[in-house]
């Protein structure tokens, strides 16, 4: 039976055994040490900001990806989070 993935970590770690890499992007600015010092803000202050940044995960984007490709991306993600 196959383990299913919880999270983002769980699920990116199941997507690379895959050989699918995904990445974290788009870092809410208000986290930067750069605007922490000079601005004041700190965790906490935008909350959903947060939320959608500690659970999104950027999947493979790349103009040879095929459609055939893109369909075992979506596969794997189904099977990980259990709804295949």
Known sequence: MEERATGRTALA???????????VHFKPL?????????????????????RCYSETLSLPIYPDLSDSGVDRIADRIRAHLGAA
């Open 13 to 23: 770690l199941a997507l690379r055994a895959d050989g699918i890499g995904t990445s």
């Open 30 to 50: 208000h986290l930067f040490r750069w605007y922490q010092e000079r601005l004041g803000l700190r965790m906490g202050q935008f909350p959903v900001a947060e």
